[in-house]
């Protein structure tokens, strides 16, 4: 076989498994079209519907977060028509005006139909046959504009204004599965209260004690089939022993607070949970509370143990932060409603990774590698790079070259095993004084 034959064919096993174009690939037209005709901010033109466009470019923006925009579009190759319909080279203020006029809410359907399609692709962890999904909130700063600072400030006295997301995540492959976002003012758990119903058949949501509420986890278990909960318990929980399983498991019965009742009369004036305690607690974690409260069904020991998965929504968010937003979690856009599609755009991109990663861990998979094995940064480097070198005008015969080295490379994307993550008390550091202490003592 002549080596043009061999590279030829290296091409074609190459693109088989993994098409050039990344969004295409997850993302087919048809969705993105139904995107902009649900929203009704679809075109009239049919060669090349500027919605569509700027809907390829807010997910491009998404990820390549260190380039303009005109330079973002150039990559993906993007084109809006002029006034007169021609598809010519446009000013950055052209693209930014395409850009708005598409708005939030064709963003928001793409994330929220691509989630749940891939959601049904995924595979989750499991403990008692219940699929482990995790619910946390993490913080966006925007530019300090008059439009932006509609969303409020994390803190009093903070330079910019900030915007609180809560999602639903999975903490086998750190997969978005829902997201809910606006002012910091509001809530976390009125943002979680926005993710009922997402949760699937069969499943166990972890959440952190800020997230106690009697309406939420009863609507939480009340959305789906088999849905339940576990949350730390509060250390002034107050509650009533109802029956006892083992010295650190019981069933509880607990008050439902007078402003909770006024808004939902239907929860009356107590609630039930399994409490369960951990033997030798090693933090301020004394216990749980859950929604599981069959012992036969749910055992103590696996209940203890799952809680500390948690944590993999943290690891999550610090991936997203720290290498897709590239410590910059300043967002780019000045008004609010531009947040809102950007944030849109950046979660849909960073689940397009998260897909990636455990395509590349199914390929590794005969050596039992998940896809939390699978290192962020170099899959989203991986995503990056395609991008600029399949728009390039590059001569074809380099392609092949270039898809056997990323092939050849692929090992650098393994992660060696993670060690077990110990439960430590939280430690808050001591702020050094202001000023010097006059009674201190001269050494």
């Not at 064709?106 to 049904?120: D, G, N, S, V």
């Amino acid at each position: 076989m002549s080596e043009f034959s061999k590279e030829l064919q290296v091409t074609a096993e190459f693109c088989h498994e993994r098409p050039i174009d990344v969004f295409s690939k997850h993302i087919p037209l048809e969705w993105v079209e139904e995107a902009v005709q649900q929203t009704g901010r679809v075109s009239v033109r049919k060669r090349r519907l500027p919605a569509e466009q700027a809907v390829w470019l807010v997910l491009g923006i998404g990820l390549q977060r260190n380039r303009s925009i005109q330079d973002v579009c150039d990559k993906l190759e993007l084109a809006f028509p002029d006034s007169d319909g021609e598809l010519v080279p446009m000013a950055t203020s052209s693209i930014i005006k395409g850009k708005e006029r598409l708005g939030a809410e064709p963003m928001r359907y793409l994330f929220k139909t691509t989630a749940q399609q891939w959601e049904q692709q995924s595979d989750f962890d499991e403990v008692c046959g219940l699929k482990l999904l995790s619910v946390d909130g993490t913080y966006f700063k925007t530019h300090n504009t008059e439009e932006n600072q509609r969303f409020g400030f994390a803190q009093k006295g903070a330079s910019f204004p900030t915007v609180l997301a809560v999602t639903l995540m999975s903490t086998r492959s750190h997969l978005l599965s829902d997201a809910a976002f606006g002012p910091v003012t509001n809530s976390e758990i009125s943002y979680a209260q926005q993710l009922v119903g997402s949760a699937p058949d069969n499943s166990l949501t972890l959440f952190d004690r800020g997230f106690m509420s009697a309406e939420l986890f009863t609507s939480w278990c009340g959305a789906s089939s088999n849905t339940h909960w576990l949350t730390p318990m509060k250390a002034k929980i107050s509650y009533e022993v109802i029956e006892t399983y083992t010295e650190h498991d019981h069933l509880i019965e607990m008050p439902v607070s007078p402003q909770a009742q006024k808004q939902a009369p239907y929860l009356g004036k107590a609630w039930q949970a399994r409490l369960i305690l951990i033997p030798t607690p090693k933090g301020e974690i004394k216990g749980f509370i859950t929604s599981c409260q069959c012992p036969e069904r749910y055992p103590f020991d696996d209940l203890v143990r799952v809680y500390w998965q948690r944590w993999e929504i943290e690891h999550g968010y610090g991936e997203l932060k720290q290498y897709q937003l590239q410590n910059k979690p300043t967002l780019h856009s000045k008004k609010e409603l531009g947040i809102y599609q950007e944030l849109w755009g950046i979660l849909t991109s960073y689940n397009i990774v998260r897909l990636e990663m455990a395509e590349m861990a199914e390929m590794a998979k005969q050596y039992q590698v998940d896809p939390l094995r699978v290192s962020f940064i170099n899959a989203l480097f991986l995503i990056m790079d395609e991008m600029i070198w399949a728009s390039d005008t590059r001569t074809p015969g380099a392609i092949p070259k270039h898809l056997k080295t990323l092939r050849d490379n692929g090992k650098r994307f393994i992660l060696p095993k993670k060690r077990e993550r110990k439960p430590y008390p939280r430690v808050v550091l001591k702020k050094p004084a202001r000023y010097p202490n006059k009674n201190a003592t001269r050494s």
